[in-house]
C-alpha cells in the first residue's frame, strides 16, 4: 500500500468554509472536501496547497500554520494518506473561487458540515472547523482578507 502526502486548506471567509466537491470518475467521487491535493515527490506540502488551490480553483492564497494531521487507509483504493490540514487565506488580488478541475466549489457555514458528505479522512478535522467558524460568528469580526 503506498502513502501519499495530501495537503488541504481551511479557508474561511465571511463566517463560512470553502469546500470543493469530488469530480465524477474519481476516488470518492461526490464526497465535499477541504480543497487540496497531493504534495509531488519532494514539493513542499505549503507550495503544493498553494499550488492545488490556483491550478483547481484558480485563486491565489497565503498558506498558514497546520490546524490539524490525520492519517488515514483507503483499503478499496490500496492507498493510505496523510493528510494536512492548513490555515490558508485569500490573497486580496485574488478573483472569486470557481470549479476549474473540481465537480463544484461552496461556502459553507457550521449547519453545512455533515460528516456524511465528506470522505473518510476529512472527518476528524470538521470539529477544529466548526470551532473556528462558531468563533468567527461571535466574535463578528471582519473577514480573513
Known sequence: MRTVIVAAGILIEGGKV??????????????????GGKAEAGEDPRAALSRELEEELGITTRIGEILDVTFHRYEEADKAVLLLFFEAHREASSPEPRAIDVA????????????????????AVLAKVRERLLSFASSDRPSNR
Open 18 to 35: 470553502l469546500l470543493s466537491r469530488r469530480k465524477t470518475g474519481t476516488h470518492l467521487a461526490g464526497l465535499w472536501e477541504f480543497p
Open 104 to 123: 463544484e466549489v461552496e461556502w459553507r457555514g457550521v449547519e453545512g458540515l455533515d460528516p456524511s458528505t465528506f470522505p473518510p479522512a476529512d472527518i
